[in-house]
């Protein structure tokens, strides 16, 4: 076989596999559905992970006593063994009640 007829049977088996792998693909996403995850809701029961709405209040409270928040995170992975976008709903909430009895919502103490 020739150099010419090698490469030509080599493309055709390129573009080939190439469109199995388009269909494989076209069935994978469809059989996957096109509902994504969606956030916690503040309403929900108090398992899985923290919500939106709590993240940001640890936010607001870290910010109004002037932590730096990747400091501030560094000390919660060290309490809980895991980020704060990985608390769970409950851990969240202790954290946040404890906070803001340590200072109130504008109190300057220390850090979780």
């Known amino acids: 076989m020739d150099a010419d007829k090698t490469k030509q049977l080599f493309d055709n088996i390129g573009k080939a596999v190439n469109a199995i792998l388009a269909d494989v693909c ?4 469809d059989a996957k559905g096109t509902e994504e995850p969606r956030p ?8 899985g992970r923290i919500t939106q709405r709590q993240v940001a209040l640890l936010r607001k409270i870290a910010s109004e006593r002037g932590w730096d928040w990747n400091e501030f995170e560094q000390h919660v992975k060290k309490r809980y063994s895991r ?3 990985y608390l769970s709903i409950q851990q969240a909430k202790e954290l946040i009640g404890e906070l803001l009895e340590k200072g109130g919502r504008n109190g300057n103490t220390a850090k979780a």
């Not at 916690?40 to 398992?47: L, Q």
């Open 83 to 85: 980020r704060i976008a």
């Open 26 to 29: 076209t069935l994978l996403i």
């Open 40 to 47: 916690v809701e503040d309403s929900e029961p108090s398992e």
